[in-house]
T-cell receptor, first 110, second 114 residues
Framework: DAGVTQSPTHLIKTRGQHVTLRCSPI?????VSWYQQVLGQGPQFIFQ???????GRGNFPDRFSARQFPNYSSELNVNALLLGDSALYLC?????????FGEGSRLTVL | KNQVEQSPQSLIILEGKNCTLQ??????????LRWYKQDTGRGPVSLTI?????NTKSNGRYTATLDADTKQSSLHITASQLSDSASYIC?????????????FGTGTLLAVQP
């Protein structure tokens, strides 16, 4: 069984650009959540989606948005990138509450 | 304010030795506590998950304890191996109605040296 898959694995952007990160949950998992992990810190919660509806939002600006598709995959969008957005972006899926994380997308903003 | 604090921030031990990592939390209402292992640049992998009524849970050489009265948890690693070098993150879940809220600690960075 495939685990949580994220793409791209690495990307470099410049300030002001936007980025779209993608996540495919484990088959059968209907909940997807997104986390930002700055180097040396623990993950910070950004969004949770369940059955295509937003169920939770962390303390992030409106430049961050997300959506979940009918097949339960998800996208995280970040507009007007700032240097401080450089981080590992983790996606996690769950069925019964236990989180299964993907390997993350490493975003570098120059 | 819901918080999870971990100690030590980093730790170096020799291969074969044991170590204990600490997690203190102020999360209410408490739902469960999880320990994750995160290799550098990789996603976290679950080690254990404990609810209010569980005091101890083991996963191979990893043993987690939970004291819900003092709001403390520990992760004990026995006979450490080089592959145990990673960041260990404590995550506490708070009941939040339709969905629980997860509060992450900043992790303990463990380095196992030969």
């Amino acid at each position: 069984d495939a685990g949580v898959t994220q793409s791209p694995t690495h990307l470099i952007k410049t300030r002001g650009q936007h980025v779209t990160l993608r996540c495919s949950p484990i088959s059968g998992h209907k909940s997807v959540s997104w986390y930002q992990q700055v180097l040396g810190q623990g993950p910070q919660f950004i969004f949770q989606y369940y059955e295509k509806e937003e169920r939770g939002r962390g303390n992030f600006p409106d430049r961050f948005s997300a959506r979940q598709f009918p097949n339960y995959s998800s996208e995280l969008n970040v507009n007007a990138l700032l240097l401080g957005d450089s981080a590992l972006y983790l996606c996690a899926s769950s069925l019964t509450g236990e989180l299964f994380f993907g390997e993350g997308s490493r975003l570098t903003v120059l | 304010k819901n918080q999870v604090e971990q100690s030590p921030q980093s730790l170096i031990i020799l291969e074969g030795k044991n170590c204990t990592l600490q997690c203190n939390y102020t999360v209410s209402p408490f739902s469960n506590l999880r320990w994750y292992k995160q290799d550098t640049g990789r996603g976290p992998v679950s080690l254990t998950i404990m609810t209010f009524s569980e005091n101890t849970k083991s996963n191979g050489r990893y043993t987690a304890t939970l004291d819900a009265d003092t709001k403390q948890s520990s992760l004990h690693i026995t006979a450490s191996q080089l592959s145990d070098s990673a960041s260990y993150i404590c995550v506490v879940s708070a009941w939040g109605g339709a969905t629980n809220k997860l509060i992450f600690g900043t992790g303990t960075l463990l380095a196992v040296q030969p």
